[in-house]
T-cell receptor
Framework: DAGVTQSPTHLIKTRGQQVTLRCSPK?????VSWYQQALGQGPQFIFQ???????QRGNFPDRFSGHQFPNYSSELNVNALLLGDSALYLC???????????FGEGSWLTVV | AQSVTQLDSQVPVFEEAPVELRCNYS??????LFWYVQYPNQGLQLLLK??????LVKGINGFEAEFNKSQTSFHLRKPSVHISDTAEYFC???????????FGKGTHLIIQP
């Protein structure tokens, strides 16, 4: 049983570019959340997707957007990248009625 | 809204000694509490969680935590640590539903031989 899988694992982008990160939830999970973890900090909640809709959003600007597909996988898009967007982006999944949240290994984004 | 305070950024402890990592939270609603561990260059692994019921929760790798509602605390303990426990530990809280997890800043557990 595969856990939460994310791609790519590492990437480097230039300031002003756009990036898309991908996530496949754990089998049986239909809810996907995204978190940003800056170096030396705890993860911060970006948003949660369920039934292909954004259900809750943290304190992040509109440059951060997402999508959930019918198979429950998800994408995180970040536009107009800033140097401060450099971080580990973590995807988490859970069953809708459950509270056990599993995390993937993350995607390391470096903005230069 | 919730917040989490992890009182120690680093905790050094000798191998086979006991350890306690402290976590306090604030919330205006009932919460669920979690401890996650993060090894270098990896994602987060769930150690244990408190949802309801018994306030003493046992998790993986010999860890346990006690929920204290009056002190709004959820401290993590292990009676005897091993070198392999060296990692970053995060306490997190959520109100459930569509609420995301709110994390503390983490505690770096350093095991000394």
């Amino acid at each position: 049983d595969a856990g939460v899988t994310q791609s790519p694992t590492h990437l480097i982008k230039t300031r002003g570019q756009q990036v898309t990160l991908r996530c496949s939830p754990k089998s049986g999970h239909d809810t996907v959340s995204w978190y940003q973890q800056a170096l030396g900090q705890g993860p911060q909640f970006i948003f949660q997707y369920y039934e292909e809709e954004e259900r809750q959003r943290g304190n992040f600007p509109d440059r951060f957007s997402g999508h959930q597909f019918p198979n429950y996988s998800s994408e995180l898009n970040v536009n107009a990248l800033l140097l401060g967007d450099s971080a580990l982006y973590l995807c988490a999944s859970s069953p809708r009625a459950g509270t056990t949240i599993y995390f993937g290994e993350g995607s390391w984004l470096t903005v230069v | 809204a919730q917040s989490v305070t992890q009182l120690d950024s680093q905790v050094p402890v000798f191998e086979e000694a006991p350890v306690e990592l402290r976590c306090n939270y604030s919330s205006s609603v009932s919460v669920y509490l979690f401890w996650y561990v993060q090894y270098p260059n990896q994602g987060l692994q769930l150690l244990l969680k408190y949802l309801s019921g018994s306030t003493l929760v046992k998790g993986i790798n010999g860890f346990e935590a006690e929920f204290n509602k009056s002190q709004t605390s959820f401290h993590l303990r292990k009676p005897s640590v091993h070198i392999s426990d060296t990692a970053e530990y995060f306490c997190a809280v959520t109100g459930g539903g569509a609420d995301g997890l709110t994390f503390g800043k983490g505690t770096h557990l350093i095991i000394q031989p």
